[in-house]
Nanobody, 116 residues
Framework: QVQLVESGGGLVQPGGSLRLSCTAS????????MGWYRQAPGKQRELVAT???????NYAESVKGRFTISRDNAKNTMYLQMNSLKPEDTAVYSC??????????WGQGTQVTVSS
């Protein structure tokens, strides 16, 4: 059974930083495009950032220059470094593993709250 486990969420003040991690089990991690998505209360889930198996990255405009996505295939782990956090970044952040059109796995999510 595939498992994606996120960690690193929490409460942080505006302007602060957090690093999220997503560790995968029972998949050939290096084959997958990995991504971070978030969903704020009352809003649809949105893409935050993705990283392909060849380390090509893509970011939502709202996080460009503040967030950095990376991966360590040897550890089956993906990261999201979040700097200069804003209250509007508050959401549940979930990781996704995607291969092709039909193979997709999701983690359970981790809460990020940006508030003073």
């Amino acid at each position: 059974q595939v498992q994606l486990v996120e960690s690193g969420g929490g409460l942080v003040q505006p302007g602060g930083s957090l690093r999220l991690s997503c560790t995968a089990s029972t998949i050939i991690f290096s084959f997958y495009t990995m991504g971070w998505y978030r969903q704020a209360p009352g809003k649809q889930r949105e893409l935050v950032a993705t990283i392909t198996r060849n380390d090509i990255t893509n970011y939502a405009e709202s996080v460009k220059g503040r967030f950095t996505i990376s991966r360590d295939n040897a550890k089956n782990t993906m990261y999201l470094q979040m700097n200069s956090l804003k209250p509007e970044d508050t959401a549940v952040y979930s990781c996704n593993a995607q291969m092709g059109l039909w193979t997709s796995y999701w983690g359970q999510g981790t809460q990020v709250t940006v508030s003073s």
